[in-house]
């Protein structure tokens, strides 16, 4: 799997919706709960991830695709449980990556405060 070029751009649209839960875009969010919710374990679920991110109100980018296109169907139901918790929760959701070297699988984590931290193969 290749780097998430230019994932800057990816922080901060996933910024600019899941980070301020008392922001009208989370609450955008938090009405299409049902859609992350409903991503299982299969081939193909990154489709279901872009489409529930879409429905979400985020821009999407062919690189973003590409990139999630490229996770295991694991990796994106990991990421979609996570969205589903924390919209739930109405919690701050906040995204970072960990290196190719390191676990090739997401993980999630429950921070101070009880907002979640989604760390995802670079």
Known sequence: MGPLVGSGDVFKELRRVFKHPDSKAYAQAQSQKYLFEGIGVG???????????????????????????????????????????????????????????????????????GSIMIDSPF
């Open 43 to 113: 081939a193909g679920n990154w489709q279901d991830l872009v489409a529930a991110y879409k429905a979400a109100g985020l821009t999407v980018s062919a690189i973003w695709e590409s990139y999630l296109q490229n996770l295991t169907p694991e990796c994106i139901y990991a990421i979609a449980q996570a969205r589903c918790d924390g919209l739930t929760r109405g919690v701050a959701m906040d995204v970072k990556t960990h290196p190719p070297g390191g676990a090739k699988k997401v993980i999630v984590t429950t921070e101070p405060g």
